[in-house]
Nanobody, 115 residues
């Protein structure tokens, strides 16, 4: 059974930082392209960062230079370091694992940026 479990969300002030984690099980983690998506109220879910099995990364323009995605294939864990957070970063953040046409989702973790 595949499980992706996100953690690390919470309430943070503008300009603050958070680190999200995603623990994967039931998949051969190192083979998957891993990604972080987010969905704000009333908006579509969007890809904000992805990391391939070879560690190449891609970022949405809205988070480039502020967020860093990383993976630990020994621990089957995906991370997202988020700095200089803005109110518009408020959303539910989801972990995604993709291999070809197969994809899995976590249940998400809420990030709220507010003073």
């Amino acid at each position: 059974q595949v499980q992706l479990v996100e953690s690390g969300g919470g309430l943070v002030q503008p300009g603050g930082s958070l680190r999200l984690s995603c623990a994967a099980s039931g998949i051969i983690f190192r083979r998957y392209v891993m990604g972080w998506y987010r969905q704000a109220p009333g908006k579509q879910r969007e890809l904000i960062a992805a990391i391939a099995s070879g560690d190449s990364t891609t970022y949405a323009d809205s988070v480039k230079g502020r967020f860093t995605i990383s993976r630990d294939n020994a621990k089957d864990t995906l991370s997202l370091e988020m700095n200089s957070l803005k109110p518009e970063d408020t959303a539910v953040y989801y972990c995604n694992a993709k291999l070809g046409f197969v994809g899995y989702w976590g249940k998400g973790t809420q990030v709220t940026v507010s003073s």
